[in-house]
Each structure stands twice: as structure tokens, then as C-alpha cells.
Nanobody, 124 residues
Framework: VQLQASGGGLVQAGGSLRLSCAVS????????MGWFRQAPGKEREFVAG????????YYTDSVKGRFTISRDNAKNTALLQMNSLEPEDTAVYYC??????????????????WGQGTLVTVSS
């Protein structure tokens, strides 16, 4: 199983980026997908998740209304559209796949497979 995250880069505050996570070795539609991020000196935190059953979505409060998680089942790819980016969004972003129970959807311990991370830098 491989998860390949891409799409990070340098953007000014207020700008947008779209992260992609290309998945191989498993059928994405059968797994809950998550995006996490880790800023320098901080712990990894949950950003967004999409359930494999029903497609329900979850977001951390700080990105609600700005980020959108989705997936393209035909391409076996997860996406994270990030708008109105803020300097506080600067971090390495990781995609992950798993079948967490509901109480672990926002926890990294709920996910089995991880991508390598892509760096997002938002300048003020």
C-alpha cells in the first residue's frame, strides 16, 4: 500500500492550494481518509476526514468553511481543497487511510496507512 501526497507549496495568506493523495494497493472507497498536519515544534493534528461509509466529513474547527475534503474514487485519489489560507496553516500535511471507529476518526491512531507528507507554507 502506498499513499503519495502532493500539491504543497508556498502561497500568500488568503490564497488557495489543493492537496492530492494518490493511493495504490487498496480501494480508497473502502477506507476512511484523513488529512493531518504537523507544524514545526507541534504535535501532529487532525485536519479533515471522510468516512468510507456514507461519505460523512469531519473538520477541525480552525479549518471549517475554508477546507474541503473529497475523493475521486475513479482515480483512487483523496483531495483537500484549502482556501483562505492563513500563516497558521503552515505545516507538513499528511494523508492517511484506515477504518477507525467513530471515536477515533480524529485520531492518528485510527489510521493504518500514511503518506510521506507535503509541505504547505503560507506567508503573511
Amino acid at each position: 500500500v502506498q499513499l503519495q501526497a502532493s500539491g504543497g507549496g508556498l502561497v500568500q495568506a488568503g490564497g488557495s492550494l489543493r492537496l492530492s493523495c494518490a493511493v495504490s494497493g487498496l480501494t480508497l472507497s473502502s477506507y476512511t481518509m484523513g488529512w493531518f498536519r504537523q507544524a514545526p515544534g507541534k504535535e501532529r493534528e487532525f485536519v479533515a476526514g471522510m468516512l468510507w461509509t456514507g461519505g460523512g466529513t469531519y473538520y477541525t474547527d480552525s479549518v471549517k468553511g475554508r477546507f474541503t475534503i473529497s475523493r475521486d474514487n475513479a482515480k483512487n485519489t483523496a483531495l483537500l481543497q484549502m482556501n483562505s489560507l492563513e500563516p497558521e496553516d503552515t505545516a507538513v500535511y499528511y494523508c492517511a487511510a484506515g477504518r477507525p471507529i467513530m471515536s477515533l476518526v480524529r485520531s492518528s491512531s485510527g489510521y493504518y496507512y500514511w503518506g510521506q507528507g507535503t509541505l504547505v507554507t503560507v506567508s503573511s
